[in-house]
């Protein structure tokens, strides 16, 4: 017999604004144990420097995680010009210092077009991404250094907001997979004097912004402190110490805003909850696309059932689907 987990069996989304010096996977236990959570993850990492919306997934709403990851963010960084780093922010040892011209704005919106669009962009050595099974950082902390392929990303908007003698400020809408590091490190670079990140704040991810977030320590002041072992067999006798908390927890759906609705009949509601493949009515109202996902309900929209791909002759496969314990 399975071991029952501990926690809360809550699911939902939990917009955080990550404080500065905390690395993301530590901003998730926090708040994974602030709410008694049986299960969490987030949508993509932030750099410890970094500060801004870091959305976590509580419960079910994590097997949706992966569809915020693809979605595009949007950045406030400063430059810090003439400081060479090894990591390509401030928390990396400096390795050369060049002295900084007096650029003019013109000097600067000339390098900065060079980088709106489609570009190809070399990850950094200090990233997650993996090689050999291993992450780049780990080789980076070795001093070992990694051949790394170009990759196509985009940079929707790039804009110079302040310009003081040795910083930038600047503004970044990008697409996934975008490094701002090795976007301001490449920038310096391009000017002649190099660059690294000295401030990072993350305004943008997907459809979510700052004003939607929640602090840490807002979250805090709300917990009632409870431990995951006090939370056991009967978790529910503690929810009504957790309404003020949940307040802050935003339906799993919130993740998949711009995906297609689809209702479904109760008896097709039980087949694709199974893992079925249904076939629906087509709406006279909706235009739907060939092996595009979309999100599905039951017949009165208040359940959210999971993403399915729709496929030709009204058929819809599920791909990732809720676990409802009642089922």
Known sequence: MARKRKGRAISGVVLLDKPQGMTSNYALQKVRRLFAAQKAGHTGSLDPLATGV???????????????????????????LGDIRTTSDSEG??????????????????????FRGPINQVPTMYSALKYQGKPLYEYARQGVTVDREARPITIYNLE???????????????????????????????LGCGAHVSMLRRFKAGHFELTDTVTVE????????????????????????????????????????????????????????????????????????????????????????????????????PKRLVTFEQD
């Not at 992966?66 to 400063?78: E, I, Q, S």
């Not at 479904?264 to 235009?287: F, M, R, Y």
């Open 93 to 114: 040892e400096c390795v050369a210092r060049c002295e900084v011209p007096a650029f003019s704005a013109s000097d600067i919106e000339a390098v900065l077009a060079r």
């Open 218 to 317: 807002q979250l805090e002041a709300l917990s009632p402190k409870l431990g995951f072992s006090e939370i056991a067999e009967e978790a529910s006798s503690y929810q009504h110490q957790f309404q003020a908390l949940d307040a802050f927890l935003r339906p799993t759906d919130c993740l998949l805003r711009d995906f297609t609705k689809i209702y479904l009949k109760n008896d097709n509601v039980s087949s694709i909850l199974q893992g079925q493949a249904v076939k629906i009515s087509p709406s006279e109202n909706v235009l739907y696309e060939n092996d595009a996902l979309v999100s599905v309900y039951d017949a009165t929209g208040e359940r959210f059932l999971g993403v399915a791909e729709y496929q030709a002759g009204s058929v819809l496969q």
């Open 160 to 190: 110079l907001i302040a310009q003081r003698d040795d910083e930038l400020d600047l503004r970044v809408v990008c697409s996934k997979g975008t490094y701002i590091r090795t976007l301001v490190e490449d920038i310096g670079r391009e």
């Open 54 to 80: 870091l959305p976590i997934c509580l419960g079910e709403a994590t097997k949706f995680s992966r569809y915020l990851l693809d979605a595009d963010k949007g950045y406030v960084t400063t430059a810090k």
